[in-house]
């Protein structure tokens, strides 16, 4: 009778610290700076109330975080048990057996809820493998009561020639305030995010049918030295080094008249928290040159599971809580719906409450569906992407590329120069990988 005791005692001790062990599971989550993340950050005890799992998070700058886990999952690494990916790795990383697939989601996540472009580009034949944690496009934002001072009336779909004019009537230097604030930063993912998407709307492509590097073609130059002379008119001082949380931060501060950049800015552009200019400001769509494509992207800032984590199960569990439906009512009772991540569902859209909550929302569903990867210059490409080219190669010649564009912007080289060496670096680039 004691050795059955001591046995069913022993069973059940078993059983505790098994449970105990699940309970107790920490996993990494590589994330980046976004003001996004940083609250998901925020909101984890809820999370951990409901799992028992710990999170340790790893918050990086977007350069960084690229480089970092794309390091690690080449290389197995393991450091993380989530990563912070978007629709550029997805699909390749997943093609290479990088990403744990999430086609067993439970049916409660109702995986068919998610927009139909966000879950196109986070997936790989057909399945998904990173959820959308937020989707965005690109549009303008603007002052209107600068605008209406400068007399003019933004568009709902204006033109460069537009955005120049009332770039011009808008700067006051002598305020610090600047016509316009774009990305100088260089980055696959940060200046060339939107240098691509104002080359696309010039008619210009980075690639022929035939893969030959077309970045010597006239179109190039008229984007390029178009973007350069914006910002050297009517930008703020600095631009080289200025991204999309340092345009924000200017913004916020009243001295952009405009800014065209993600959708996801919208919350904080107008968050009376956090803006000083939270009720003056405008959306338009992303500007066009009259050639049938405008200058907005298509871009879901998503989580991933690397395969090889020992905490696979944990790490889904965090998926499903992030990138819920229940998560979004989580963030709209703690900040408010106009602060719940946008982009990603299309219940969020059909909700009247942040319907009424966020006058961006119309405008940033309008530009992600108005967003075509498939199709995203005027003549035919041999890619898909809209502010990058889906190859594996596009991560290398995209930052060299971005490099050469800040220096531009720094005023250490002409277009023309700028544009000579990265035609130069991508030809070398694409001939070494076999194209």
């Known amino acids: 009778m004691n050795l059955e005791r001591s046995l069913y005692t022993a069973s059940v001790l078993a059983l505790i610290a ?7 599971t920490t996993i990494t989550i590589a994330t980046v700076n976004n003001g996004d993340m940083i609250r998901m ?8 109330a409901q799992t028992g799992h710990q999170v340790e998070w790893v918050i990086l700058e977007e350069n960084v975080l690229r480089q970092r886990v794309t390091q690690d999952i080449a290389t197995s690494g393991g450091q993380f048990d989530i990563m912070t990916i978007g629709m550029y790795e997805t699909p390749i990383w997943a093609a290479q057996d990088w990403l744990v697939p999430l086609d067993d989601l439970p049916e409660s996540y109702d995986a068919d809820d998610i927009l139909p472009a966000m879950r196109a580009g986070l997936s790989y034949e057909g399945t998904l493998y990173a959820a959308p944690f937020y989707g965005e496009s690109s549009m303008v934002m603007y002052r209107t009561d600068l605008m209406e ?6 568009p709902e779909a204006p033109t460069w020639d537009f955005i120049r004019e009332a770039a011009a009537a808008m700067t006051d230097r002598d305020n610090e305030i600047y016509g316009i604030c774009l990305r100088g930063k ?19 492509r980075w690639f022929d049918e035939d893969w030959t590097p077309q970045l010597d073609s006239p179109a190039w130059m008229e984007a390029v030295t178009f973007y350069n002379d914006l910002l050297a008119n009517y930008g703020p001082p600095g631009a080289s080094t200025n991204g999309f949380n340092e345009n924000l931060s200017l913004f916020q501060q009243g001295k952009c008249g405009m800014w065209i950049d993600a959708t996801v800015a919208a919350s904080f552009v107008t968050n009376p928290n956090e803006s000083t200019v939270a009720d003056k400001v405008g959306f338009a769509l992303a500007p066009d040159k009259g050639l049938g494509k405008r200058a907005n992207w298509l871009w879901a800032w998503a989580l991933a599971i690397p395969a090889g984590t020992q905490k696979e199960e944990a790490a889904k569990d965090f998926i499903n809580w992030a990138t819920s439906k229940d998560y979004l009512a989580l963030v709209a009772e703690k900040e408010g719906w106009a602060n719940v991540p946008p982009g990603s569902r299309t219940s969020l859209y059909e909700n009247p409450e942040y319907l009424k909550a966020a006058p961006f929302a119309e405008m940033t569903l309008q530009s992600i569906n108005a967003a075509d990867p498939e199709n995203p210059t005027v003549e035919p490409v041999p890619y898909v992407g809209i502010q ?11 930052t060299t590329a971005g490099q050469e564009f800040s220096a531009m912007v720094a005023g250490q080289q002409s277009p023309e120069q700028a544009l000579e060496k990265a035609q130069t670096l991508v030809a070398d680039e694409m001939e070494a990988a076999g194209y």
């Open 41 to 48: 950050q925020g909101l984890t005890e809820d999370f951990t």
């Open 186 to 204: 260089a980055g696959w993912g940060e200046n060339m995010a939107f240098i691509t998407t104002v080359a696309n709307s010039f008619g210009a």
């Open 149 to 154: 001072k400068a007399g003019l009336e933004m």
């Open 18 to 24: 098994a449970g105990s062990a699940q309970a107790q």
């Open 388 to 398: 990058y080219v889906a190859i594996p190669e596009w991560a290398g010649i995209g």
